[in-house]
């Protein structure tokens, strides 16, 4: 496509429900990313994907929090059992190869997750 | 781990005078520096980058960064500020993984405000 297309763009749900946030990212983007911004707190980096390698998870903040990339494409991050602490404001972000680390990342709008 | 501090959580300035957000870096080796702008509801989107070369990277909408080693920061400028310049602002650096994967690391951005 021609963006990162995030779906839903706003998400209420209640404390103890699990949640799925998902992320269509450019077509032909072999890098996929998860970030979290919360108030005041800037992003934070929770997950990455490379092409067919296994994903760096370093960011997880518990293991609540997990993530699939189906296909090299579509991504969906889970949070079960959500907990008021994981308001924020989920970004996606995909590029073309890492190139150690040069790439320019492209954003999605982001999902609003509000946890009552 | 890298790291990029942004001394100021705002930024107000008059339309039409010289604008600067600062950043400054904490890096072993030689850094990729990155700016980003967050206008309202919306995703980050590019503004410039460091890699090597010249130490004045310019980007879009008018901005340049000076990149400076030997305060370790990579300030960003813009002679004239407009209205539509007000955003949030985050600056970034390249960060190596355990998994050693290299994403950006972001600061916890900085709100521009332009005055009429």
């Known amino acids: 496509g021609a963006g990162v297309s995030q779906s839903p763009s706003n998400k209420v749900t209640e404390k103890g429900k699990d949640v799925e946030l998902r992320c269509d990212p450019i077509?032909?983007?072999?890098?996929l990313y998860w970030y979290r911004q919360s108030l005041g707190q800037g992003l934070e980096f929770l997950i990455y994907?490379?092409?067919?390698?296994?994903?760096?998870k370093s960011g997880l903040p518990s293991d609540r929090f997990s993530a699939e990339r189906t296909g090299g494409s579509v991504s969906t991050l889970t949070i079960q059992r959500t907990q008021q602490e994981d308001s924020a404001v989920y970004l996606c972000a995909s590029s073309s190869d890492s190139n150690a680390g040069a790439n320019v990342l492209t954003f999605g709008a982001g999902s609003r997750l509000t946890v009552l | 781990a890298q790291s990029v501090a942004q001394p100021e959580d705002q930024v107000n300035v008059a339309e039409g005078n010289p604008l600067t957000v600062k950043c400054t870096y904490s890096v072993s080796g030689n850094p990729y520096l990155f700016w980003y702008v967050q206008y309202p509801n919306r995703g980050l989107q590019f503004l410039l980058k460091y890699i090597t070369g010249d130490n004045l990277v310019k980007g879009s909408y008018g901005f340049e960064a000076e990149f400076n080693k030997s305060q370790t920061s990579f300030h960003l400028k813009k002679p004239s500020a407009l209205v539509s310049d007000s955003a949030l602002y985050f600056c970034?650096?390249?960060?190596?993984?355990?998994?050693?994967?290299?994403?950006?690391?972001f600061g916890r951005g900085t709100s521009l405000i332009v005055h009429p």
């Open positions: 994907f490379q092409g067919n390698s296994a994903p760096d």
């Open positions: 077509s032909g983007h072999t890098a």
């Open positions: 970034a650096v390249r960060d190596l993984l355990s998994g050693g994967s290299y994403i950006p690391t």
